[in-house]
């Protein structure tokens, strides 16, 4: 268990590494410093994480312990990163951005142990289709994903940082070409 300040409340939590060790040298309960431990917990029934003070956790009672997790493991359905496995800085940074302080609507695809998402920013009325495009579609069209339904269509602008390096392969070449051509 862990106690989140911010909440103000207990929550079921998973220590998973320790962020940090700091002498408190503003100790009054004896002679000397105390060490500070942190330890970053994950949020069993919110999925999300932060970093605690040791001190704010605290064993989980048996009876917490098997209640089943609120919280489940999505992706986004239909979308990879453009440059192979791992998403880019900028694609993680649009998305955050688009979500953060945002209710989220999603249309669940559950493929045996794992679940894809669309989300949307809209809601729809009951049983009918959401309004708006998916964050899926919007990550593909502003350039930070491949879309699986995209694949032959030419709405996907061309990402910031591959054409970066287009120009900078380009200004190379030049150079590299007076540099032969002077000589």
């Known amino acids: 268990m862990g106690w989140f300040p911010k909440q ?14 700091s002498e408190d040298n503003n100790a009054t309960d004896g002679p000397g410093s105390q060490t500070s431990i942190k330890v970053e917990v994950k949020r069993l029934d919110y999925g999300d994480t932060a970093c605690l003070p040791l001190l704010n956790t605290k064993e989980m009672t048996p009876e917490m312990a098997v209640l089943p997790l609120q ?12 440059n ?18 945002r ?15 669309e989300l949307f920013l809209e809601k729809g009325k ?3 289709m ?4 998916p964050l899926s579609l919007r990550l593909a069209q502003n350039g930070h994903a491949k879309h699986s339904k995209l694949k032959n269509v030419s709405l996907v602008k061309i990402n910031t940082v591959q054409l970066k390096k287009k120009k900078q392969d380009s200004a190379w070449e030049k150079y590299l070409i007076s540099c032969y051509t002077q000589k």
């Not at 209710?103 to 998402?117: E, M």
Request: hydrophobic share 40%; charged share 15%.
């Open 84 to 101: 192979g496995s791992d998403w880019s800085e900028e694609a993680v940074g649009w998305f955050k951005t688009m979500v953060h302080n």
């Open 8 to 21: 103000k409340q207990w929550c079921r939590a998973q220590v998973t590494k320790i962020c940090g060790v």
């Open 126 to 128: 009951l049983g009918a």
């Open 130 to 133: 959401r309004r708006g495009a």
């Open 103 to 117: 209710t989220l609507y999603a249309r669940l695809y559950p493929q045996g142990p794992k679940v894809t998402v």
């Open 71 to 82: 919280a489940v493991q999505v992706s986004l359905t239909n979308v990879t990163p453009v």
